[in-house]
């Protein structure tokens, strides 16, 4: 009961838009719940009329009840006038048959089961429906989170823990939610029902058979624990698979490159072991239920039988407590079942809180200020930075005045990449501050100040969207004009034109259909469509040809004109151009200049440009 109340308390929120529908779903849940106890009592109405009033089988002393019998008495008088009522409808072994006879005894069951299978259908749909609906909004709540939450948290997290939280422990939620809350309503419902239609029989009879249900309940508990152990197990295995999936799809060339396919094949199937291991320990703790409460059914049959003997009970008596038996265990091992997966629900739910419970690292103050564009400059003002323990930039100062173009260069880990990470406040400084116009970023917007800004990386990042809507992305507003005229501007419009369907041809993931001087083309199409005044270039032109690096290169050299400019470079060729350039070492600037200047100290800058070939 804690866990179902846990899921149930996790949902709410997400129930309350559709609670017309959920209303709906209970109401003819409990319809169809009364329904089975209707159907027990209809039956042994019509045995009992089928059976001669002066039948020997059905003695008066194996019928009748005590006087004294308050329950007994008031139940049979509330019989007595609904059988008045229904006399005349209802055929009787003996009496001619009349018209209205004729109807209801052709009626009367297939009404009944009309109206059990309606309600049926109508409480699983109702409930569906806005089971559907509820999921739906909690996924795409958990996904906006994610959107939500800082680079770190992505850091720390594979891609198929991400997935599985999405898409598989909704599902166990949904199952649950769809199935177990119809069950959950209808089959307690019926079990009342059948109860006090067997009471109406004989109370004590069915008191006694009451004797069994504890054993039942062992089972379910202990089955239940076991479900959701193999159940956690199982959403690990499906976490590493789907990890190991994403891996070796997107890193398929090298996987093929080295010749490593097998090997990624066979960790697979180990996973799928794994995964098929537990998912039928899951099964065997939810299917051994319905058998176990089966058995124990079966107990009941048989003592009942020995009841009816030794009691001389009639045969009406002896089909409908027969029925009755069976009819109270099947919504027990609904529910037995049901428990398991609610058992199976909770893992996904406290997954799910798991991460709707994660808050972004980068936080926007409540009072934080508009930014309209960049008026003087950008400032590094006494920065420090470390990644968990490890330094990576100490007591950084840097101030870059607006139109300036600024090379950043320095050996693998010495900060380059942590500057523009800082710059887009990705991470917060550990001490210092980062400034624009002289306040902090973190007194800004974040939209705000990251829509003066337009990257360009090494790793294009471009989806399965059409040419002209990768562009777009740039500038959610702009125009078609707008997007050739970005092309044009990035030296990509020639080649856009010759695909299939130009701007409107699809490129498909990352852009696979794409070389990799088209796609940095294109990502500068996309900053050219956001015009933004500061411009940062993190090496984008590190994995390009020669040919490839000078095409784009004189996309990037229009791109960066009347813009204050952050290039990151590995090639130092490229920063020719650049206004000034500093030097990065262990965090620290060793060495500034602009590039003529850099090249005569004959430092850092000048041996790292002739290990690459360059001389002054």
């Known amino acids: 009961m804690h866990k179902l109340r846990q899921i149930f308390a996790f949902v709410a929120p997400y129930v309350k838009p559709y609670w017309g529908r959920i209303v709906a779903g209970v109401f003819f849940g409990i319809l169809f719940g009364v329904s089975n106890g209707l159907a027990l009592w209809t039956t042994k109405i019509m045995l009992d009329r089928l059976v ?6 059905a003695p008066e002393s194996a019928i009748a009840v005590p006087d ?22 209802l055929p009787q072994m003996g009496d001619p048959l009349t018209y209205l006879q004729i109807i209801g005894g052709l009626l009367v069951f297939p009404l009944l089961v009309g ?44 891609t198929g823990d991400l997935i599985t939280r999405i898409n598989g422990d909704a599902q166990l939620l949904q199952t649950c939610l769809a199935a177990g809350v119809s069950n959950l309503v209808s089959e307690p419902v019926a079990i009342v029902s059948i109860f006090t239609g067997l009471c109406l029989i004989d109370w ?38 789907s990890s190991l999936a994403v891996e070796m799809f997107s890193g398929m060339r090298v996987i093929k490159a080295f010749g490593l396919e ?37 107990i009941g049959i048989g003592a009942l039988i020995l009841y ?15 029925t009755g038996m069976i009819m109270f265990y099947t919504p027990i091992r609904k529910l037995a079942r049901l428990h398991v997966r609610i058992e199976e629900a909770g893992i996904g739910a406290d997954r799910l809180m798991n991460v709707l419970d994660e808050k972004p690292d980068i936080l926007e103050r409540p009072e934080a200020k508009p930014v309209t564009g960049l008026e003087r400059d950008i400032q590094f003002d006494n920065i420090s930075f470390a990644y968990e323990d490890e330094p990576v930039l100490t007591g950084l100062d840097l101030t870059i005045p607006k139109g300036t ?21 990705f991470h917060d400084t550990d001490t210092g501050a980062v400034k624009l116009d002289g306040r902090d970023l973190r007194d800004l917007s974040i939209k705000g100040f990251r829509g003066q800004m337009a990257l360009v990386s090494q790793e294009v990042v471009l989806f399965d969207l059409s040419v002209a809507e990768n562009i777009a992305l740039g500038q959610s507003d702009c125009t078609r004009e707008q997007v050739e005229a970005a092309a044009r501007h990035a030296h990509a419009h020639e080649f856009i034109t010759a695909l299939p369907k130009g701007y409107d041809t699809r490129i498909g993931e990352r852009g696979v259909t794409l070389s990799g001087g088209q796609r940095q083309r294109l990502a500068i199409a996309r900053a050219f469509v956001r015009n933004a005044p500061i411009l940062v270039l993190d090496e984008a032109t590190a994995a390009l040809d020669s040919k490839a690096e000078a095409e784009v290169q004189t996309a990037i050299d229009q791109l960066s004109k009347n813009r204050t400019v952050l290039c990151v470079a590995h090639r130092l060729s490229t920063l020719r151009t650049m206004d000034r350039i500093i030097v990065l070492s262990k965090g620290t600037i060793i060495e500034e200049g602009n590039y003529d200047e850099l090249m005569t100290a004959a430092g850092i800058f000048s041996n790292l440009a002739k290990a690459q070939g360059i001389t002054a």
């Open 115 to 158: 109206f059990r299978g309606t309600s049926k259908y109508l409480a699983a749909y109702c409930l569906a429906w806005a089971s559907e609906r509820v999921i739906n909004d909690l996924r795409v709540k958990v996904f906006r989170n994610l959107s939500r939450l800082s680079i770190p948290f992505f850091n720390r997290s594979t």
């Open 52 to 57: 001669p009033a002066n039948d020997s089988l």
């Open 308 to 322: 009816v003997v030794h009691t001389a009970r009639s045969m009406p008596d002896l089909v409908v407590f027969f």
């Open 204 to 241: 004590q009879l069915t008191l006694g058979m009451l004797t069994l249900f504890p054993i039942c309940i062992i089972p379910i508990i202990y089955f239940g624990k076991k479900a959701r152990e193999a159940t956690g197990k199982r959403v690990v295995a499906n976490i590493d698979q």
């Open 262 to 298: 097998n090997a990624r094949v066979d960790r697979f199937r180990e996973l799928s072991q794994q995964l098929i291991r537990q998912t039928m320990k899951t099964v065997r703790s939810r299917e051994i239920v319905g058998p176990l409460v089966e058995t124990v059914s079966m």
């Open 68 to 89: 004294s019998n308050w329950f007994a008495e008031n139940t049979a008088s509330v019989q007595s006038n609904i059988l008045k009522t229904l006399d005349p409808w």
């Open 405 to 425: 173009k600024l090379g950043i260069v320095g050996e693998s880990g010495s900060g380059k990449s942590t500057l523009i990470n800082l710059l887009f406040r």
